[in-house]
């Protein structure tokens, strides 16, 4: 069957990437973007892009029947620091638009397989912090959290009850240099790149020694398309699968950043995101996704702090 593919969010951190390996893979032409706002060039000129918000539920379904959409990655949402700010709203949207999604996916017969990125936002306090399993406690005590958790359970609920094929990952912390980050906890990750390339220094809103779980973008990219394309009775989860890669402190992704930039300073005012951080594993135990589909990262933290420098070096033309 030709696969139509529709990306909500495609203008953001990880969308504005998946939507070009998609069309690769894909075909442009079969790859529709869309998004609230407008995306980077190299998305909107190779391909269909529509601003559309996925709140607007009778939009959402024209726009599904009109180009015969087949699959959805809806990657919109309030990330972790943002939704602290104003609960509700960030509750309203993460739920709602999933909602949204779901119930079209349940009504229309062509549109067969969902993408819904979770997080490890699900975890909490209670969860033990190191290698973290597939299945344990989930008690998140953060108004992101609460919404991935009960997003789990929504896509699992209409995979069983109505048959729709969604799938999902439990993303980590994502590092990459095309499009900055949302709104997360993860975001200093990112943020001590530009500012080390600008500046030499960087003042970082989480305490030196908060390990969390991180991952490379080309990973995170290569890891969804994989998932997307397996069998499906290959598949034991329908909810999220835990995926790892890297897990490092702000103080060891200094060090290596010093590495290239022998003058570089860091220094620590830990600010709300601390707390949110604090709630969240070290490191992620994957054996399940390994076993399932094949999920293998490549990057380390020495490969990946190579690449974000050049890369970043290049965009600011230091
Ligand atoms: P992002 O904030 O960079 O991008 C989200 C995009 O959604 C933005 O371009 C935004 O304009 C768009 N959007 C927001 N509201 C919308 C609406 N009503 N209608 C249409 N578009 C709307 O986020 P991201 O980092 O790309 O994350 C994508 C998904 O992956 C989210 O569900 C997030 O929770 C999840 N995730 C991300 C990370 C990470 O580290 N980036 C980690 C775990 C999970
Ligand atoms: N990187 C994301 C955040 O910090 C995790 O889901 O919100």
């Known amino acids: 069957m030709k696969e139509n593919i529709m990306i909500i969010g495609a203008s953001g951190q990880i969308g504005s990437e998946l939507t070009l390996r998609l069309r690769e893979l894909y075909g442009a ?3 529709f973007a869309t998004d609230l706002k407008e995306p980077p060039s190299d998305v909107r000129e190779s391909g269909p892009f529509e601003i559309l918000d996925v709140m607007d539920d009778k939009r959402l379904i024209h726009f599904v029947i009109r180009n015969k959409i087949t699959q959805i990655y809806h990657l919109a949402a309030v990330l972790s620091g943002n939704a602290e700010k104003l609960p509700m709203q960030a509750w309203h949207i993460n739920m709602n638009s999933l909602l949204n999604v779901l119930d079209l996916a349940k009504e229309v017969e062509e549109l067969h397989k969902v993408f819904w990125p979770s997080s490890i936002a699900i975890f909490g306090p209670t969860t033990p912090k190191k290698n973290t399993p597939q299945l344990t406690i989930t008690e998140p ?3 992101y959290g609460i919404s991935k958790l009960a997003g789990e359970r929504w896509i699992e609920y209409f995979y069983k009850r109505y048959g729709v094929d969604t799938r999902s990952i439990r993303y980590p912390g994502l590092i990459s240099y095309k499009t900055e980050p949302g709104g997360g906890t993860t975001d200093y990750a990112v943020e001590i790149f530009y500012q ?4 030499g220094r960087y003042e970082c809103f989480l305490d030196h020694d908060t390990t969390l779980p991180m991952l490379f973008m080309a990973d995170a990219i290569e890891a969804t ?3 997307m394309e397996s069998e499906a009775d290959k598949l034991s989860i ?7 890669g890297l ?3 702000p103080e060891e992704l200094a060090a ?3 590495k290239h930039l022998p003058e570089f300073t860091i220094t620590y005012k830990p600010d709300f995101r601390q707390a949110i951080a604090e709630t ?3 490191s992620i135990d994957d054996s399940v996704a390994r076993r399932d589909w094949g999920y293998q990262p490549r990057y380390d933290l020495a490969e990946m702090t190579r690449v974000m420098l050049q890369k970043i070096k290049e965009k600011l033309n230091k």
């Open 29 to 31: 032409g079969h790859v």
């Open 238 to 244: 329908h909810a999220g699968y835990n995926i790892g």
């Open 196 to 199: 080390a390339i600008k500046h």
């Open 141 to 143: 005590n953060t108004v």
């Open 225 to 227: 398309v994989r998932l």
């Open 280 to 282: 969240w594993p070290e």
């Open 247 to 249: 897990s490092f402190s």
């Open 256 to 258: 290596e950043i010093k």
